[in-house]
Every structure is written in C-alpha cells, then in structure tokens.
C-alpha cells in the first residue's frame, strides 16, 4: 500500500503567518488523486482539496494544494483563527486509499 | 443540506458483534457511493470500507475482510457496517462519509458524519 508521510508533524505559527504543509507518498499518486481535510478536535474531518489541487465546495482562496507524483503540499496563505487544526493528506489513486499520519498547525 | 448520522457505536466485548447505521438525507442517495472511515482515539484516519450506489459492488481493506460486511437499504436511505469478531484494535470513532464520485481504487470523502465510537474491550 502507499504510505504517506506528512510533514512537519507540528507547525507552531500566528494568525496572519503563511502555512506550508507537506504530504511525500511512498510511490507515484496516480493522476494526482490526493485530497486534504482539516480536522478540528471533537468534530469529522473535513474536505479543502482534491485531485492535489482543487477546492472543494465553499472552501476559501486562501487554501491552495499543488504536486503531483510524491510530493504534494497544502499551502494556507493567511493563518486564520478556525485554521488551527490538524491537517491530513489522502491518497485515492491506489487502492487501499490511505491517509498520512497528520500535521497539527496550532497558535504560537 | 447533506446529512449523515451515525449511530449504534457501544462498549462491546473482544470477539462480539455489532452492527452500525449511517442515515443519509440531503442527497440522492442512489446515485452516491458511501464508506466508513475509522479514527482509533488520538491517531489518524482509516478507510474501512465502501458500497457503491447500486450496493452491487463492495471493497473492504484486509484487516476487516471476512470480519465486516457493508450494505445498504434505498428504502430507508441507510448505510450499515455489521462487524463481528471484533477485537481491541478495532476501537475507534466510525464515521460515515459521502461522495458523488468514484475512481476504482478509491475517492475523496465530501461529506462527512460526526461518527459513532466503538470500544471493543472485556
């Protein structure tokens, strides 16, 4: 199965700072089938980004993914407060579909 | 509004059974292949498991092949997961989640439920 290795595994940063999110798999993501979700403590996680870089239904500008083959990154242009969360990467390419381990972006 | 709603998590003992139920409402329920998604307590997310639309084709991942059995009832929009022979490191929050899309080997999840914890312990 492909392996996702997120990093880093704890982002400390402020509101308003930019946020650079790794995910590298362990082989090629066929056609870039790789998604993001944000996961606030408490609640399901939730979609941002799919096929490594568009966003779903009603999620801002400022989140934006990009890559293709292993390397993928989420990018949050502007911390905002409802940011701080734990992040993971999915592949669907292959199947199992798997998920990284997670970052946690949390306040400085 | 898309709606899912788990229930029927419990504490159950190591090698019992159990079945879970996702309610779909919002959407066309036909038309949309649902899964079961796990999150062990302070870890990550797992795939468990997917039904097509139609229900006529299922995918499981290999530690719960031969022990959970997904369906679902167009009558009662509904999602199930029955497991049996559950054992400690099936523990886990289960959530239902939704998409209109499916590529073969996998999707992006949409919509998600709050999920349903199940704790399998003596």
């Known amino acids: 199965e492909i392996v996702l290795t997120q990093s880093p595994g704890t982002l400390s940063l402020s509101p308003g700072e930019r946020a650079t999110l790794f995910c590298r798999a362990s082989?090629?993501?066929?056609?870039?089938?790789l998604a993001w979700y944000l996961q606030k403590p408490g609640q399901a996680p939730r979609l941002l980004i799919y096929?490594?870089?568009i966003r779903a239904t009603g999620i801002p500008d400022r989140f934006s993914g990009s890559g293709s083959g292993t390397d993928f990154t989420l990018n949050i242009s502007r911390l905002e407060p409802e940011d701080f969360a734990v992040y993971y990467c999915?592949?669907?390419?292959?199947?199992?579909?798997?998920f990284g381990q997670g970052t946690k972006v949390e306040i400085k | 509004e898309v709606q899912l709603v788990e229930s029927g998590g419990i504490l159950v003992q190591p090698g019992g059974s159990l079945r879970l139920s996702c309610a779909a409402s919002?959407?066309?329920?036909?038309?949309?292949?649902m899964s079961w998604v796990r999150q062990a307590p302070g870890m990550g997310l797992e795939w468990v498991s997917t039904?097509?639309?139609?229900?006529?084709?299922?995918y499981y991942t290999d530690s719960v092949k031969g022990r959970f059995t997904i369906s679902r009832d167009i009558s009662q929009n509904t999602v199930f997961l029955q497991m049996t022979s559950l054992r400690a490191d099936d523990t886990a929050i289960y959530y239902c989640?939704?998409?209109?899309?499916?590529?073969?080997?996998?999707?992006?999840?949409?919509?998600w439920g709050q999920g349903t914890l199940v704790t399998v312990s003596s």
């Open positions: 999915q592949q669907y390419g292959t199947s199992p579909q798997t």
């Open positions: 989640a939704t998409t209109s899309y499916y590529y073969g080997s996998g999707s992006y999840w949409e919509h």
């Open positions: 919002g959407f066309t329920f036909t038309r949309s292949v």
């Open positions: 096929g490594a870089s």
């Open positions: 082989q090629s993501v066929r056609s870039s089938y």
């Open positions: 039904i097509s639309g139609g229900g006529d084709s299922t």
